[in-house]
């Protein structure tokens, strides 16, 4: 289990490192170092996801002049992409994200915000190949819902990002 305390609230994650082990291990190693620390939802999409995990936050006030400041941490090498593994990405299911490339997650993930059937594996190529699913929320769905209705717009070359920025104020392994 998992706890990410953001500005709107906590989501509690439920891990699934029997049938994703590759990559809870991946996600708990950046939650366990504290990667997570004050990084942003730096994408929203209403009805599909929400996305954080990469872009540093670095101002403590919530301003648009931190998203100028708005900085892509650096990861650990990419992990291999798991999605065969039969879980779905569906409605507040938690996946990797990656790339166009289908092994290059690293520290960014999503939350679905509906059943995203067209994200799943059905082939081991470059077009089939999914996002890797490896756990779902278990509470907190609100947070997730509310986070989702934020105002987006256009910002620093990034599409969908949120206008009063969305900040994951750190992660932590709960029993």
Do not use: W
């Not at 906590?10 to 997570?36: H, M, Q, R, W």
């Not at 648009?64 to 990419?78: F, H």
């Amino acid at each position: 289990m998992v706890k990410l305390h953001t500005n709107y609230g906590i989501i509690t994650l439920e891990l699934d490192a029997e049938k994703a082990p590759a990559t809870v291990k991946n996600f708990l190693e950046y939650v366990n170092s504290g990667f997570y620390y004050k990084t942003l939802f730096h994408r929203v999409i209403d009805g599909f996801v929400i996305q954080g995990g990469g872009y540093n936050y670095s101002l403590g006030t919530v301003s648009m002049s931190s998203i100028a400041k708005m900085s892509l941490k650096s990861t650990n090498p990419p992990i291999k992409n798991e999605a065969a593994n039969g879980l779905k990405n569906d409605k507040y299911t938690i996946a990797m994200a990656r790339s166009s490339a289908p092994h290059s997650a690293t520290s960014q993930f999503f939350i679905n915000l509906k059943d995203n059937n067209s994200l799943n594996y059905t082939a081991p190529d470059k077009q089939g190949y999914g996002y890797c699913v490896f756990g779902k929320v278990v509470g907190g769905t609100e947070v997730v819902d509310v986070i989702s209705k934020v105002a987006v717009g256009t910002r620093y070359g990034l599409e969908n990002v949120p206008l009063e920025e969305v900040v994951l104020k750190k992660a932590e392994e709960v029993q």
